[in-house]
């Protein structure tokens, strides 16, 4: 009875006239499902602390069913920075959409970590890196990056490759011709595959903020989860019109 839990809202669906479902993710329970009468409303007091991003204290009378009626929310932190600055707001957009379409129940602490890091960074992209690759290994299908996918090669690299799963050497690619990357690009995305949270101090203002080491690890996640992301596109169409 009148439990209260800390989580982010990872979705919303509007339901009835003033009413929606939030998605929440929690430490203590994984994903939970809120039903927040009057949530559309105006004068909705918990509104606000109900939001996509959003990082609040819910409170709840705890029953045996996926759905929770919704007694209060208290915001703690709405990730402001995020909120205002477009091409953070279209990342966290897809980190959420990862997080959600993942039955990972013990997400809530790198997701924590990662808008809390994405909200303050000058580096939006090395941070969201950093957490694709984390699902990438959670998944167990992290790219190649010490080899030849193909042949075990470790000289001679020249692109990489979804399909098969990573690093592709010179003579592996003249069967396959897949774009050519530069020997700098090709290291830039080994580092940021290897990499870490715990190392982000270390790799910041080595020029992996960059869309274009994102690409392919959203290509590769993609690729080999099946899981497709519809917001992905918003940030492609971005980069495409820049």
Same mark, same amino acid.
């Given at each position: 009875? !009148? #439990?209260?839990?800390?989580?982010?809202?990872?979705?919303? &669906?509007? &339901?009835?006239? !003033?009413?929606? @479902?939030?998605?929440?993710?929690?430490? #203590?329970?994984?994903?939970?499902?809120?039903?927040?009468?009057?949530?559309?409303?105006?004068?909705?007091?918990? $509104?606000?602390?109900?939001?996509? %991003?959003?990082?609040?204290? +819910?409170?709840?009378? *705890?029953?045996?069913?996926?759905?929770?009626?919704?007694?209060?929310?208290?915001?703690?932190?709405?990730?402001? !920075? &995020?909120?205002?600055?477009?091409?953070? =707001?279209? =990342?966290?957009?897809?980190?959420?959409?990862?997080?959600?379409?993942?039955?990972?129940?013990?997400?809530? /602490?790198?997701?924590?970590?990662?808008?809390?890091? =994405? /909200?303050?960074?000058?580096? $939006?992209?090395?941070? %969201?890196?950093?957490?694709?690759?984390?699902?990438?290994?959670?998944?167990? @299908?992290?790219?190649?990056?010490?080899?030849?996918?193909?042949?075990? #090669?470790?000289?001679?690299? #020249?692109? @990489?490759?979804?399909?098969?799963?990573?690093?592709?050497?010179?003579?592996?690619?003249?069967?396959?011709?897949?774009?050519?990357?530069?020997?700098?690009?090709?290291?830039?995305?080994?580092? @940021?595959?290897?990499?870490? +949270?715990?190392? =982000?101090?270390?790799?910041?203002?080595?020029?992996?903020?960059?869309?274009?080491?994102?690409?392919?690890?959203?290509?590769?996640?993609?690729?080999?989860?099946?899981?497709?992301?519809?917001? *992905?596109?918003?940030?492609? !169409?971005?980069? /495409?019109?820049?």
């Amino acid at each position: 009875m !009148n #439990e209260r839990v800390k989580g982010i809202v990872l979705s919303e &669906i509007d &339901i009835k006239e !003033n009413d929606k @479902i939030i998605q929440v993710i929690t430490a #203590e329970y994984g994903k939970i499902s809120f039903y927040g009468r009057g949530l559309k409303k105006i004068n909705s007091k918990n $509104a606000y602390a109900c939001q996509l %991003f959003d990082l609040s204290e +819910f409170s709840f009378d *705890y029953r045996e069913t996926k759905m929770q009626l919704l007694k209060s929310a208290t915001l703690i932190n709405e990730f402001y !920075n &995020i909120k205002q600055d477009y091409e953070k =707001l279209m =990342l966290a957009s897809i980190i959420l959409e990862i997080a959600n379409n993942m039955e990972e129940d013990s997400l809530y /602490e790198l997701l924590l970590q990662t808008l809390q890091l =994405l /909200e303050n960074t000058t580096e $939006a992209y090395t941070v %969201f890196d950093l957490f694709v690759v984390r699902i990438l290994l959670m998944f167990g @299908i992290n790219p190649e990056v010490d080899s030849c996918v193909s042949c075990g #090669e470790t000289t001679n690299i #020249e692109t @990489i490759s979804i399909n098969d799963g990573g690093f592709l050497c010179h003579n592996c690619n003249s069967q396959s011709h897949y774009q050519k990357y530069d020997a700098e690009f090709l290291k830039k995305f080994r580092i @940021i595959n290897k990499a870490n +949270f715990d190392v =982000l101090d270390k790799i910041l203002n080595l020029g992996l903020n960059t869309y274009d080491l994102s690409k392919p690890l959203l290509d590769f996640f993609i690729a080999h989860s099946g899981i497709n992301l519809r917001s *992905y596109r918003n940030l492609q !169409n971005f980069h /495409e019109s820049t």
